[in-house]
């Protein structure tokens, strides 16, 4: 049952950070004041690659503790 508050809560947190931290860099930064200059596309390619690493560190724990749940048979 602690396992699961503990995913619960880390889950809401990064959600709440994924919800508000776009709208507090787009905020500070004015864009690109010159049309020519290239921009960077960075708004939500970072939250996406930091959501597909925490996905793939659930799925290796998860496979480990399997993995250890049929040794223990």
Known sequence: MKQNVKWL???ATMLI???CLPSLVQ???PGCPDPTVACPIDGGLSFLIAAG???????VRD???K???GENI
């Open 67 to 69: 993995k250890q749940a």
């Open 27 to 29: 905020a500070q930064f």
């Open 17 to 19: 950070v994924f919800i």
């Open 53 to 59: 690493v925490v996905y793939g560190v659930k799925k």
């Open 63 to 65: 496979g480990r503790k």
């Open 9 to 11: 809560t880390m889950l």
